[in-house]
């Protein structure tokens, strides 16, 4: 089984950069595709990007696409999500989830961490 933290939220000016981390407890880290998703107030929570068990596949959310980078380190049992130039529609809980299947559709996924927030201002 996962369990999963996240951590590195807070708040930040447009146009700055804050990177999430993720760290997973378990020895079997490497079977899951790991996911970032957010949830904005009186939103539903949508998906941001994906990478595979391996690391060598991405995905993202093409609201977020060339600005934010995710990456994991399966040694560490951590993913991580890069965000840049930051938007204040960007502002959301960020939440890390697990998933047997590389995918988007966050009712695929098994396990989520608690979230942490990120606030944009303008």
């Known amino acids: 089984q996962v369990q999963l933290v996240e951590s590195g939220g807070g708040l930040v000016q447009a146009g700055g950069s804050l990177r999430l981390s993720c760290a997973a407890s378990?020895?079997?880290?490497?079977?899951?595709?790991m996911g970032w998703f957010r949830q904005a107030p009186g939103s539903e929570r949508v998906f941001v990007a994906v990478?595979?068990?391996?690391?060598?596949?991405?995905y993202y959310a093409d609201s977020v696409k060339g600005r934010f980078t995710i990456s994991r380190e399966n040694a560490k049992n951590t993913v991580s999500l890069q965000m840049n130039t930051l938007k204040p529609e960007d502002t959301a809980v960020y939440y890390c989830?697990?998933?047997?299947?590389?995918?988007?559709?966050?009712?695929?996924?098994?396990?989520w961490g608690q979230g942490t927030q990120v606030t944009v201002s303008s």
């Open positions: 378990g020895r079997t880290f490497s079977s899951y595709a």
């Open positions: 990478i595979s068990r391996s690391g060598y596949s991405t």
């Open positions: 989830a697990a998933a047997r299947e590389y995918g988007s559709d966050p009712r695929h996924y098994n396990y």
